[in-house]
């Protein structure tokens, strides 16, 4: 099986990482993702990942906390996602390196963009912690940084809905899933894709967005051999 790009961005949100528990981890959960990432790593495809923090923590939900402060706790969130995976995908049997964009020598490696784009070439996947490093930006506008910087193929945005719809499938049973949409379709309609700082930068580096669900950890793999899954943004 050839697959369909050469250096891939995984967006992860935190409450995927959860499982069915809604909060916090669900180690069961993390190793059939991881397991799916090692079924791509080993077709030769270079990886990084972000993972967001929600499963214990958003920043944007501090309510009367300062913003910065709260947004700190978020990034420190992330942190323990990106260890947890980084504990699933050495079980699986793949070289990994955590880098965050705050320092914490004692527990990952700072981020460096040479570093990572080395370690990717030398078959490591690269998880990036602490989003920017910076408040008021989520880590949906982090995965389109660090693709940018990594000069990733894609980012492949593994969520709870199969793709992106008109309305919420949830509440809407006639909702319409698209297969492909343009950066401008997702700003001028609102759509849910990601935040509007993340896809005006995706846009301006020309950096295509796959959305597809995670329910099925299996996807991840299908995403990158198959062409018929999830929503394509470009």
């Not at 981890?25 to 972000?50: E, M, N, P, R, W």
């Not at 967001?52 to 709260?70: C, Q, S």
């Not at 995976?85 to 705050?102: H, K, M, P, S």
Request: aromatic share 6%.
């Amino acid at each position: 099986m050839q697959p369909r790009f050469k250096r891939v961005l995984l967006k992860l949100s935190g409450e995927a990482l959860a499982g069915g528990k809604k909060f916090g981890l669900d180690f069961d959960t993390v190793l059939k993702i991881c397991s799916s990432i090692k079924k791509c790593a080993d077709l030769g495809v270079q990886i990084a990942i972000v993972v967001g923090g929600g499963n214990f923590w958003r920043g944007r939900f501090g309510g009367k906390m300062d913003r910065t402060r709260a947004d700190h706790m978020g990034m420190l969130a992330t942190v323990i996602n990106s260890l947890a995976l980084a504990d699933g995908l050495e079980q699986v049997g793949l070289d990994v390196r955590v880098q965050t964009g705050i320092d914490m020598k004692e527990i990952a490696e700072p981020y460096i963009r040479n570093r990572a784009v080395r370690h990717m070439e030398k078959g490591r996947i690269v998880i990036f912690g602490c989003g920017t490093g910076n408040p008021f930006f989520s880590t949906d506008t982090a995965a389109a940084l660090r693709a940018a910087e990594i000069d990733a193929d894609i980012i492949f945005k593994a969520t709870n809905v199969d793709g992106v719809y008109d309305s919420d499938p949830k509440t809407n049973k006639d909702a319409k899933m698209f297969d492909t949409l343009s950066y401008l379709d997702v700003l001028n309609c609102g759509l849910q894709v990601m935040d509007s700082t993340a896809a005006s930068l995706c846009m301006d580096n020309n950096i295509p967005i796959l959305v597809f669900n995670l329910s099925d950890p299996d996807n991840i793999y299908r995403a990158m051999t198959e062409g018929n899954i999830g929503t394509m943004v470009k």
